[in-house]
Every structure is written in structure tokens, then in C-alpha cells.
T-cell receptor, first 112, second 113 residues
């Protein structure tokens, strides 16, 4: 069974304090790993897709990396507006359709 | 701008009542999905559709039904058979050009009263 585990469940940072969120996974036949940002009461917003170990993607203060067993979302010098829940999803081939398995998310709060 | 529109934003259901959540997209995406989100849990797949007039059950389809009569629309009905329907419901679509990353709607919060 495909599994996705995100850690920590919650993270509090001071503005400017860099850190990383982790997404570890076990899946047969990885097709892609996705990161999303979700604000309270809203739908998740797509951030990145990573396909193979060693791949990196960047967007503003966020940088996502991928190994064969986990992905990290690095947040450099975060600002309060980076506060949100960050979701990781792993996609594998399943019966002809790409159905991702989601982790439970990491809730990030950045204090000014 | 293209996107997914979910309505209503808030919905209240009485015991024994069926309710329908709307999901409309203008992205020309073939595949559409319905997820349920509960506090402290990951997104759980209810139903998905890869093409018009075809859909498949997800992990928690019991008590739900869908239809896909048009490419743009994928409504979800929460039936009286769903015993614990209070949750945040998310509709999504995807396309190969995005590596199958999802575009989500803004969600519908359903509460049983």
C-alpha cells in the first residue's frame, strides 16, 4: 500500500528563520511527487511537481528537492504570509489513471 | 481566467436528506476528482472521472454518487446513506501538461444539522 508521511505535523518559525518540511513515501512505481499550499478554508494551490531523484524546483522562498525515499520543502527566510498548511502527494500508476496519495500535511506558522 | 468553481461555499444538510455539490471547470481538463478533507487527515478520494459519461469509485465512495454528463461539470451527491457527511469537500481537475498536478476548487463545507 502506498504511504506518504509528512513531518513535522506543525512548525512554528520566527520570520527569517529558515527550515525544512519533510515528506517520506513508499510507493511502487513513482510517477511524480507534488507539493501544494493550502490556506484555511480554501482549496490547495499547486506548487511543484518532482519526477526523479536529484530534481529540484524553486519558487520565491520555497525550494523542493527529491530523493528515492523522501522530499524536502525548504523555506528560506520565511515571512508571515508563508503561513499555511503544506501538502505532499505521491503519484503512482494505478489501473490506467494517475491517482495520488496525499499526506496529512504540515501546518506552518511564521511569526513576525 | 480559467479555474474550478465549486458551489455553494457552505451547505447544511438535515438528517435523511440528499444534497448535491456543484463543480464546474473551464480548463478543458478531461479528468476530474472529488476529495473529502477532515481535520488531521489527508485528502481522501471519493470518485473520479477521466472522461465524459465514465467515472470510478475512490477509496470512500459509499454514500456518495456522481455524474459526468458534460466535460465541464462533475457534481457530487451526498446521500442519506452517508452517515458522517460533515467535512470539507474539494473538487479538482488535472491535465498531462501539468504532470497531472491538480487544480483545486475553493471547496464546499458541508455540515449536518
Amino acid at each position: 500500500e502506498d504511504q506518504v508521511t509528512q513531518s513535522p505535523e506543525a512548525l512554528r518559525l520566527q520570520e527569517g528563520e529558515s527550515s525544512s518540511l519533510n515528506c517520506s513515501y513508499t510507493v511502487s512505481g513513482l510517477r511524480g511527487l507534488f507539493w501544494y499550499r493550502q490556506d484555511p478554508g480554501k482549496g490547495p494551490e499547486f506548487l511543484f511537481t518532482l519526477y526523479s531523484a536529484g530534481e529540484e524546483k524553486e519558487k520565491e522562498r520555497l525550494k523542493a528537492t527529491l530523493t528515492k525515499k523522501e522530499s524536502f520543502l525548504h523555506i528560506t527566510a520565511p515571512k508571515p504570509e508563508d503561513s499555511a498548511t503544506y501538502l505532499c502527494a505521491v503519484q503512482a500508476w494505478a489501473g490506467g489513471s494517475y491517482i495520488p496519495t496525499f499526506g496529512r500535511g504540515t501546518s506552518l506558522i511564521v511569526h513576525p | 481566467d480559467g479555474g474550478i468553481t465549486q458551489s455553494p461555499k457552505y451547505l447544511f444538510r438535515k438528517e435523511g436528506q440528499n444534497v448535491t455539490l456543484s463543480c464546474e471547470q473551464n480548463l478543458n481538463h478531461d479528468a476530474m476528482y472529488w476529495y473529502r478533507q477532515d481535520p488531521g487527515q489527508g485528502l481522501r478520494l471519493i470518485y473520479y472521472s477521466q472522461i465524459v459519461n465514465d467515472f470510478q469509485k475512490g477509496d470512500i465512495a459509499e454514500g456518495y454518487s456522481v455524474s459526468r454528463e458534460k466535460k465541464e461539470s462533475f457534481p457530487l451527491t451526498v446521500t442519506s446513506a452517508q452517515k458522517n457527511p460533515t467535512a470539507f469537500y474539494l473538487c479538482a481537475s488535472t491535465h498531462p501538461d501539468r504532470g497531472y498536478g491538480y487544480t483545486f476548487g475553493s471547496g464546499t463545507r458541508l455540515t449536518v444539522v
